[in-house]
């Protein structure tokens, strides 16, 4: 399965931009899928992740809140929306697929990653 996220851009602090990830070659829908973020000179940390039925929600505890984790197994996409956007935010965003139903906050859970996508915050 072949992952693509979108929705990045340059945005000021406060605002809200809509993220998603869209799968192609094979569903995703019976997998659970997770949202990871990596800032320059960081190491890639765990934002978000959800079931594959649409529960099984975890959220890191700095986007708590802000940020929504949604999926439409139909159109096999997730959606992270992020509200409230803050300058810690900037990164690049990534979506990945899980080995099974349910994921956890872990990469090693995660066995499909997609290209990430630009999040810039500016205060």
């Known amino acids: 399965v072949q992952l693509q996220a979108s929705g990045g851009g340059l945005v000021q602090a406060g605002a809200s931009l809509r993220l998603s990830c869209a799968a192609s070659?094979?569903?995703?829908?019976?997998?659970?899928v997770g949202w990871f973020r990596q800032a320059p000179g960081k190491e890639r940390e765990f934002v978000a992740t959800i079931g594959w039925n649409g529960g099984s929600i975890h959220y890191a505890d700095s986007v708590k809140g802000r940020f929504t984790i949604s999926r439409d197994r139909a159109k096999n996409t997730v959606t992270l929306q992020m509200n409230s956007l803050e300058p810690e935010d900037t990164a690049d965003y990534y979506c990945?697929?899980?080995?099974?139903?349910?994921?956890?906050?872990?990469?090693?859970?995660?066995?499909?990653w997609g290209r990430g996508t630009l999040v810039t915050v500016s205060s």
């Open positions: 070659g094979r569903t995703f829908s019976n997998n659970a």
């Open positions: 990945a697929s899980a080995r099974r139903a349910v994921a956890g906050s872990g990469s090693y859970d995660y066995s499909y």
